[in-house]
């Protein structure tokens, strides 16, 4: 059974750090390149970054705080959280192509597997 499954958020508080996994199950992630997105409360979802084996494109926006690697013995993905805002509340999804193409038009159901998410809360 193909699955991708978020992990590792929660509460912090502001400036604080996380790190989030994906871990995929029923397929390889060496062949697929895998993509951040988020969605706020009250927002549209929005993509973070786009990682391959070789190589991993943030949004320019967020480059400097969120970093990404890849654990191929796990067969995960980890999305570094560093110096957390409020206004990074939101639940992550990670999701699974050939490509970045549908990560960098936004389109997370574009993707051919996605996970369901993992929410990060930054309160004090």
């Known amino acids: 059974q193909v699955q991708l499954v978020e992990s590792g958020g929660g509460l912090v508080q502001p400036g604080g750090s996380l790190r989030l996994s994906c871990a995929a199950s029923?397929?390889?992630?060496?062949?697929?390149?895998i993509g951040w997105f988020r969605q706020a409360p009250g927002k549209e979802r929005e993509e973070i970054s786009c990682?391959?084996?070789?190589?991993?494109k943030i949004v320019e926006s967020m480059k400097g705080r969120f970093t990404t690697s890849r654990d191929n013995a796990k067969n995960a993905v980890h999305l570094q959280l560093n110096n957390l805002k409020p206004e990074d509340t939101a639940v992550y999804y990670c999701?699974?192509?050939?490509?970045?193409?549908?990560?960098?038009?936004?389109?997370?159901?574009?993707?051919?597997?996605w996970g369901i998410g993992t929410l990060v809360t930054v309160s004090s």
């Open positions: 029923g397929f390889t992630l060496d062949y697929y390149i």
């Open positions: 990682s391959s084996n070789s190589d991993s």
């Open positions: 999701a699974a192509d050939p490509s970045c193409a549908a990560v960098v038009r936004n389109d997370f159901h574009g993707m051919n597997y």
